[in-house]
């Protein structure tokens, strides 16, 4: 019998016990009644998302919850940028993460950000785009968030192998670096010399350009050159449906990283300008997108990022809070659901709040639904569910433990 489910990415929710919360963590000061239902019937643990002890980013973090191995379709930023700009992407290609950015006459990086340029970026993007190099290799450009863009090379014989031209975060004033190949491959060698001449292309394109001309008049930073960082081959990922017996899946989520990873699984991507990746997460929104997808899907993923920006500023009160949140968002998906479908909450990895960055700590974890084995766990959070049915697990793990729940899993032998 095949069952319908909701996994619910609450980001970088993981956290540490602090000392203004009695000890607690966010999750477990915050008041979830919902939440803390769902554990108590559920099936609980805590899940390593990559493995124990290893921070994770948001992509990786993702791609494991998915059932991925990242070492097998990870290769870089690149990638997962480019999808999230919406470029088409085939495997072979070479992604890049770019910045329009100041450099001066004598090719130092006086500003790596062109004084964060927006306006007029989508037209120097559309002249960057499309542009034919040596050796049959296709350069496709896209503009992304404000003064950042993707690079896409297409050609035989590419490889992710190259340096980065982008002097880095805390060496503006440095120069321009070269592009230099990482290995003696042939393929790094052209890799590398096809960007520097797109790069050396687009300097001339962009610093005749009239709107940086206007810029320079108006006393802005022209973006006259593009600085290429987090190179990454393009690898092909068995989309989730064939994978797993036909499985249709959706995604809700307001964040471009999700959506691409969820792009890279095969999976809808629901958008709302109502949804967003940031503070003000809609959970309203959310589960009435979740509902309306779960009618023609299979498994329905929802993001959540909130928690993550929370973590990152180090507000636990505001971590506390929005976590409060997500309850109310998850009662109101729970309370419309078909009585089969199964809920699965987890997180991509800890951002405690005072480390505000990703931490190695696994994640708190439930799985809930009809006929699922409950635990004698009777609330959700990282202490109590590090004593769950579920024990310490990768992401790996927990999403093949869900889709084997859901009907949906291949028998290993006869
Ligand atoms: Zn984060």
Redesign the pocket.
């Known amino acids: 019998m095949k069952r319908k489910a909701i996994l619910i990415s609450i980001?970088?929710l993981g956290d540490r016990p602090i000392h203004e919360l009695g000890e607690l963590t966010p999750l477990e000061a915050a008041a979830t009644p919902t939440l803390d239902r769902i554990a108590s019937k559920g099936l609980t643990g805590l899940v390593d998302p990559y493995a124990p002890g290893i921070p994770c980013g948001?992509d990786v973090g993702h791609l494991c919850m998915l059932g991925y191995d990242p070492n097998e379709v990870y290769s870089g930023r690149g990638p997962i940028e480019a999808l999230g700009a919406g470029l088409e992407i085939f495997p072979g290609d070479v992604a890049f993460r770019c910045n329009f950015a100041t450099v001066d006459q004598e090719g130092k990086v006086s500003d790596r950000r062109a004084g964060r340029i927006r306006d007029g970026v989508a037209e120097l993007a559309r002249l960057l785009d499309n542009i034919s190099l040596n050796e049959d290799i296709i350069a496709n450009f896209a503009p992304a968030t404000d003064h950042r863009a993707v690079l896409v090379l297409r050609g035989k014989g590419l490889s992710p192998q190259v340096s980065d031209s982008d002097p880095g975060g805390n060496n503006e004033g440095m120069a321009m670096q070269k592009v230099q190949p990482l290995d003696k491959t042939d393929a790094a060698i052209r890799t590398a010399q096809a960007v520097e001449q797109y790069l050396a292309i687009a300097r001339e394109v962009l610093g005749k350009h009239p709107l940086n001309r206007q810029r320079i008049m108006s006393g802005q930073l022209p973006a006259n050159a593009i600085l290429t960082r987090g190179a990454g081959i393009v690898t092909y990922c068995t989309p989730l449906r064939e994978r797993f017996k036909g499985l249709r899946c959706a995604a809700v989520s307001g964040e471009a990283t999700v959506q691409a990873i969820a792009k890279m699984a095969g999976m809808q991507n629901y958008t709302h300008p109502g949804i967003t990746g940031s503070y003000d997460f809609n959970g309203k929104l959310k589960a009435a997108a979740v509902l309306e997808l779960l009618a023609d899907n299979d498994l329905v993923l929802v993001h959540i990022k909130a928690t993550?920006l929370a973590?990152?500023d180090g507000r636990w009160d505001q971590k506390k809070n929005i976590i409060e949140q997500i309850d109310t968002m998850v009662g109101q998906i729970k309370a419309n659901i078909p009585p089969d479908t199964l809920i699965a909450i987890t997180a991509d990895h800890s951002?405690p709040c005072t480390v505000k960055e990703?931490s190695g700590d696994p994640v708190p974890a439930v799985i809930w639904g009809k006929g699922v084995r409950a635990d004698k766990q009777v609330t959700y959070g990282e202490t109590s569910c590090s004593h769950g049915g579920l024990g310490r697990i990768t992401g790996n793990n927990y999403f093949h433990i869900l889709i084997d729940l859901m009907g949906f899993s291949q028998k290993f032998g006869a």
Do not use: V
């Open positions: 980001d970088g948001t993550d973590g990152h951002t990703h």
